[in-house]
């Protein structure tokens, strides 16, 4: 058991090596409480660097994710035509703001370090979307700041990563096409 401030006690969960708190209410989720998974964060050298990146992030509201929504309907899109292609049902979302109303915010939100040179603290919150049964939405928060990424759920913190390309840190929605 560990303290951490903002989400109290942790506790350990042995199948993935996690610290898991007890759920708190996310106001940038609209008050959804959520279980955070820390990993990494027992061993590190700079933990303050966790509590800050959380307490951002708690610190946000919905405007937050409301900044992302013109890169997550970039990402509906590509799905939607590729379910097309593919003759498969798809929604028919118009307007980014109807992007709200065919996804679920996951009740977890994962906490680690990236592990190459630029080393930040990020936030990952899965949700389940409409669009991509299959694959669903990820949604990476900067050191619980900002949006700075948006995927299907493929665990990775930056576009960077992805594609092994330094100009891509900053893309928060890059187009696989």
């Not at 506790?11 to 759920?23: F, K, M, N």
């Not at 990494?40 to 951002?56: C, I, K, M």
């Not at 379910?83 to 996804?103: G, M, T």
Request: proline fraction near 4%.
């Amino acid at each position: 058991m560990m303290e951490f401030p903002l989400l109290g006690t942790l506790s350990h969960d042995a199948d993935y090596d996690w610290l898991v708190s007890a759920p708190v209410a996310v106001p940038a989720l609209d008050g959804l409480e959520c279980e955070f998974l820390l990993e990494g964060y027992e061993d590190d050298a700079h933990p303050e660097e966790f509590h800050e990146a959380v307490r951002r992030f708690l610190s946000a509201g919905p405007d937050m994710l409301r900044a992302a929504q013109q890169h997550i309907y970039y990402y509906y899109l590509d799905c939607a035509k590729l379910a097309k292609s593919e003759k498969r049902d798809c929604p028919d979302i118009q307007h980014a703001a109807q992007l709200w109303d065919h996804l679920e915010f996951g009740a977890e939100i994962l906490v680690r370090r990236r592990s190459d040179a630029e080393q930040g603290v990020y936030l990952v919150l899965e949700c389940d979307c409409d669009w991509n049964e299959e694959d669903g939405l990820q949604i990476v928060f900067r050191e619980g700041s900002r949006v700075s990424r948006v995927s299907a759920f493929d665990d990775f913190l930056s576009n960077q990563e992805v594609y092994g390309i330094a100009e891509l840190d900053s893309i928060v929605y890059q187009s696989p096409g």
